[in-house]
């Protein structure tokens, strides 16, 4: 069954901290992965995706990174800033017809001063 | 550009009642999405339109739920009759690519409401 699961639930950092957010998988045939970040009221935009041969992509502070293997990636910010504070999903694409997407239920990220 | 734009942001309405949502796409995009999201469930995609025919409704929960698109920049999701467990975020996104598994640029949302 093709599944995305978050860890952790939720976090809470001290602004300037670093944090890394996990994602593991197990949807097959595997076509990419992306993070999204989702403010509060807001709809998610896209931070980072990641085919098969890809194994990190940066967006200003923000890293990812995938091991196709383990099929587990991971979401790194650095030097946090209290706008970093929202939810990141995590979305796996399977490599078929139809819509073959499938989401995580996030990490919601607190970021306090 | 003004972006994916959704109506209303909030919409409370008594059990039973019908419920529209209207979603307009960014121009030129030639895919639609909408996705519904709870806490239980998180984001799950509904349905997806390619040049305004839909392609995959299989995320739709029950007949109670259609959504047409009748030109290039106009959607509407349906609900009728509506439940409390219809209660949720609804979003419409939008893409120039014509699967879901590209890039899609989300509206606000609207956040509905069955009392």
């Known amino acids: 069954k093709n599944q995305v699961e978050q860890s952790p639930q939720s976090l809470i950092i001290l602004e300037g901290k670093n944090c890394t957010l996990q994602?593991?998988?197990?949807?097959?045939?595997?076509?990419?992965l992306r993070w999204y970040k989702q403010d509060t009221g807001r709809g998610p935009v896209s931070l980072t995706i990641?085919?098969?041969?890809?194994n990190t992509k940066s967006n200003g502070r923000y890293t990812a990174t995938l091991d196709a293997d383990t099929k587990q990636s991971s979401l790194h910010i650095t030097a946090s800033q209290l706008s970093d504070s929202a939810s990141y999903i995590c979305?796996?694409?399977?490599?078929?017809?139809?819509?073959?997407?499938?989401f995580g239920k996030g990490t919601t990220l607190s970021v306090s001063s | 550009d003004a972006g994916v734009i959704q109506s209303p942001r909030h919409e409370v309405t008594e059990m039973g009642q019908e419920v529209t949502l209207r979603c307009k796409p960014i121009?030129?995009?030639?895919?639609l999405f909408w996705y519904r999201q709870t806490m239980m469930r998180g984001l799950e995609l509904l349905i997806y339109?390619?040049?305004?025919?839909?392609?995959?409704d299989s995320g739709m929960p029950e007949d109670r739920f259609s959504a047409k698109m009748p030109n290039a920049s106009f959607s509407t999701l349906k609900i009728q009759p509506s439940e409390p467990r219809d209660s949720a975020v609804y979003f419409c996104?939008?893409?120039?690519?014509?699967?879901?598994?590209?890039?899609?640029?989300f509206g606000q949302g609207t956040r509905l409401t069955v009392v």
């Open positions: 996104a939008s893409s120039s690519g014509g699967l879901p598994r590209e890039e899609a640029f």
């Open positions: 339109f390619n040049n305004n025919v839909p392609i995959d």
């Open positions: 994602c593991n998988y197990t949807v097959s045939p595997f076509s990419n």
């Open positions: 990641m085919t098969f041969s890809e």
């Open positions: 121009s030129g995009h030639n895919s």
């Open positions: 979305v796996v694409s399977a490599q078929q017809a139809g819509t073959a997407l499938i």
